[in-house]
């Protein structure tokens, strides 16, 4: 079973609030008639029998996330999770550890999100990935599209071990991405480039183009377990033009988990 969900939550973001808002935003794109519900590759995942909306999370607090978690992520499901921001991932990788075990994370972001705390919070957005890493929650993390590295969040990845195909690289290094575990996917939509998705809290230029992040995912053939979008903001869209791309990813993924 693929349930999305939504994760209302924005109050772990360092800049701007707004995340909170885009699971609504997704959505309304995602049933507007403006597109159709096939992917690329044929499939109608959101029709599909096995796939329903469960709706959003009761989130007020951060610590919310992961007890509403717990009531939706049982043996068998599978979570396709709207954000909110990025610091919803680490509850849900935490979740996802118990009940589905050793499994990697392919991670597109234009930032590591690896700091040990940042503002002194060590559960900002700017942070889940040093959480997960540190507990041992994934067997491992690709992170790609990053661009925003500095000699703190390099000293983690080394530390942790986390394998990274920044821009720098992408062309030369991302048809060599391989999975041999089950896999999720988390989303930052700045991984891609603010041309293509403006509407995010955090415009940091020189990204990916939406065609490539489609060309990740159809290129990747481990079995997806999981999947979040994460990040968008409606309050910097132009023309909604991010949250059709977001749609879009949704669609796309939701295709690889029914
Ligand atoms: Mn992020
Ligand atoms: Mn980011």
């Known amino acids: 079973m693929v349930k999305l969900i939504g994760i209302p939550f924005d109050k772990k973001s360092s800049f701007l609030q707004g995340p909170a808002l ?20 044929l499939q109608n995942p959101i029709e ?108 983690q990845a080394r530390h942790f071990g986390v394998e990274q195909i920044t821009m720098l690289d992408f062309e030369e290094k991302w048809r060599s991405l391989k999975f041999n575990r ?5 989303m930052d939509l700045d991984g891609l480039d603010p041309a293509f998705a403006p509407g995010v809290s955090h415009h940091e230029p020189g990204g990916l183009s939406t065609r490539q992040v489609l060309d990740i995912f159809h290129h990747v053939d481990a079995a997806l377990i999981g999947a979040d979008i994460v990040e968008y903001n409606p309050h910097r869209d132009v023309s909604g033009m991010t949250a059709a791309v977001a749609a879009k990813l949704l669609k796309e993924l939701a295709g690889k988990m029914v």
Not at 22 to 41: C, F, M
Not at 131 to 151: C, D, F, H, K, W
């Open 22 to 41: 885009a699971p609504a935003r997704i959505r309304q794109v995602l049933h507007d008639g403006g597109s159709n519900y096939w992917t690329e590759k």
């Open 48 to 155: 599909h029998k096995d796939f329903s909306d469960a709706g959003d999370l009761n989130v007020d607090v951060y610590e919310d996330i992961e007890k509403e978690l717990k009531k939706v992520l049982l043996p068998g499901v599978k979570l396709l999770s709207l954000g909110g921001d990025h610091s919803v991932t680490y509850p849900l990788i935490k979740a996802y550890k118990e009940v589905y075990g050793a499994f990697d994370i392919l991670h597109i972001d234009a930032h590591g999100d690896l700091y040990d705390a940042f503002d002194g919070d060590p559960h900002s957005h700017a942070c889940p990935f040093a959480r997960i890493m540190e507990e041992g929650l994934a067997a491992r993390l690709v992170q790609v599209g990053v661009r925003t590295l500095n000699p703190h969040q390099l000293a």
């Open 182 to 186: 089950p896999l999720y996917i988390s």
